[in-house]
């Protein structure tokens, strides 16, 4: 069974990091592209970063950019969100997911992802 499990959420304040992990179980997704999303209360989910098969291209929201950064290590079947700088409005669930497509990036819809992990809680004290 595939699988999808985040880690690395919690609680930190204004201008401080966290580091988040996606573990793939159950298969390789060598050949997809990944991304991260996140639902603050009473909110969307909405698309925070994606990053390409190939680890090659990466792609981010506007309110994340130049903060967040997004990699994946194919030897550990890993992919991680690195967030610096982070502000109380970052305060949300982060969801990993596995795009449906194939070989391409850059979709930004949550229809458009068909693997979804369970989520990990980021709380950003202002």
């Known amino acids: 069974q595939v699988q999808l499990v985040e880690s690395g959420g919690g609680l930190v304040q204004a201008g401080g990091s966290l580091r988040l992990s996606c573990k793939i179980y159950?298969?390789?997704?060598?050949?997809?592209?990944m991304a991260w999303f996140r639902q603050a209360p009473g909110k969307e989910r909405t698309f925070v970063a994606c990053?390409?098969?190939?680890?090659?291209?990466?792609s981010y929201a506007d309110s994340v950019l130049g903060r967040f950064a997004i990699s994946r290590d194919s030897a550990t079947n890993t992919v991680s969100l690195q967030m610096n700088s982070l502000k109380s409005e970052d305060t949300a669930v982060y969801y990993c997911?596995?795009?449906?497509?194939?070989?391409?990036?850059?979709?930004?819809?949550?229809?458009?992802?068909?693997?979804w992990g369970q989520g990990t809680q980021v709380t950003v004290s202002s």
């Open positions: 159950g298969r390789t997704f060598d050949e997809y592209s």
């Open positions: 990053i390409s098969w190939n680890g090659a291209s990466t």
């Open positions: 997911a596995k795009s449906r497509h194939a070989g391409a990036m850059d979709y930004r819809t949550i229809g458009d992802y068909d693997i």
